[in-house]
């Protein structure tokens, strides 16, 4: 069964999410006050709606307690339609509400009115940039908690011809490789002890924070 998505405000954030959604077979009803917007997410999303949902007749009869997720991602274009939208979600019986912030105090709001979970994409995206910034070698990393990071990464070239269970990485970085995506033919497979590595394999890990950083510049000074 398809699920069935409600997303609220069409900016970069919100269109970018219809579009992944319906490519994933999503159900997606996007809404908008900005009858423009609407008329190109109605070409990704199963309905598309030109609304003002912080009016709570116009809101209910979309029905939000039957949709799986409710989105409300107007936090780019006002604080304070994100902060009546949800509340009024959450009141409607909303399952899951997911809300965008600005700002944390506009975050800690969000989740005071009943946000079950508040996300800030350029906030996110920063911190993973970051570690790009600092070394090239790591091509994106998401956090799994306070304490754990999924980073996929260039093989140093300390580990090219050596196999994962010589390298023993979960001993010496706190680190598990979850995958392998092969340099030359791009084929992702799941890693294996035996594994030999070759220089350019991409690794995927997961561990605690820190760990892929300390692991690069350690083979940087050995190199």
Known sequence: MKKQILVIGLGQFGMGLIKTLGKKNAEVIALDV???KVQI???????ALCVDATD???LRQLNPAARDVCICATGDQSKEAAIICTALLKQMGARRVIARANDELHARILGLVGA???INPEWAFGERFANRVIDEAILEEMSLGSDLVVTEFKTPA???NKSLLELNLRRRYEMTVVAIRAAQSGQVKLAQPEEVL???DILVVVS????V???LEQTKERG
């Open 41 to 47: 997410a109605s070409a990704y999303a199963a309905q």
């Open 198 to 200: 070759h220089r350019d």
């Open 34 to 36: 900005d009858q423009k």
């Open 213 to 215: 950083s300390r692991l």
């Open 158 to 160: 300390a580990f090219a």
């Open 116 to 118: 079950d979970e508040v």
């Open 208 to 211: 605690t924070t820190g760990s």
């Open 56 to 58: 709570e007749d116009t």
